[in-house]
């Protein structure tokens, strides 16, 4: 499903060079939820927008179901992103003049389907994570947690390998944050691959495995348990 090989990043700022990641290697099961948690400047984010396919490793690899990314177009990697991923970010990051039906059928136009399937996949996407009712709404009609779950039925919407979220509780409150985890771990339970990052170990605590990344590196990686007890 995911494989990363020594995964190093460098940027380079000025004269300088900056080793975000310094050699990290996992993989990601199909059907696994895991969480990917550090503090600031752990190297977490840049991570995230490589799992993502938004930014290519310096070196080694990350293939994604069998694909070596780094040695894709950049058309490739569009179409990667498009049909492979479902994004869910913290802002929710959905148009305000857009129903939700809209919002969630609009990576369904970039993947080439017509107006009646789009609106069909998305509807059945709003259905899954129980706003069948609210598919007219737009975002300012609807609360925070519904807000989310629109964003989740977009990621959804187009059968993804994977579900990318990122600190996806990061703008709610703690009940609706927990509402949110449980539609994730209902998806989970369906089959689905779940990718999560986030800083909170009560949010870490409830996905399957924890890998802790500091300084560049892989500190931990394991069950819950093992990692945020140690």
């Known amino acids: 499903m995911i494989e990363a090989l020594d995964i190093q990043r460098v940027y ?12 990290v290697s996992f993989r990601v099961e199909a059907g696994e939820f895991l969480s990917i948690m550090g503090p600031s ?9 490589i799992l993502g396919c938004l930014d290519r490793p310096t070196s080694g690899q990350l293939l ?6 780094g040695q894709a177009t ?15 970010f913290q802002k929710f990051n959905l148009l305000a003049k857009a129903t939700a039906l809209e919002n969630v059928a609009l990576p369904l136009i970039y993947a080439g389907l017509g107006p009646k399937a789009r609106r069909l996949r998305a509807a059945e996407a709003l259905e ?22 629109v964003a989740i039925a977009r990621a959804l919407v187009t059968n993804p390998s994977f579900i990318l979220a990122d600190e996806p509780t990061g703008n709610l409150d703690t009940a609706t ?14 089959g689905n691959t779940l990718v999560l990052v986030t800083h909170e170990p009560d949010i870490a605590v409830q996905t399957q495995r924890v890998l ?3 300084d560049g590196l892989i500190h931990r990686d394991g069950s819950p348990a093992e990692v945020l007890s140690a």
């Open 212 to 214: 802790s990344i500091r």
């Open 12 to 23: 380079r700022m000025g004269d300088e060079f900056v080793q975000a990641l310094r050699g």
């Open 128 to 149: 899954r994570v129980g706003l069948g009712d609210r598919r007219r709404h737009r975002p300012n009609e609807m609360s925070g947690g519904q807000r989310q779950r």
């Open 41 to 49: 400047g752990s190297g977490k984010s840049t991570l995230l927008q």
């Open 177 to 190: 944050g927990q509402q949110i985890m449980e539609l994730f771990a209902q998806l989970h339970a369906e």
């Open 64 to 69: 994604l179901d069998g694909l070596d990314v």
């Open 74 to 88: 950049d058309n490739q990697l569009a179409a990667i992103r498009n049909r492979k991923i479902g994004f869910v």
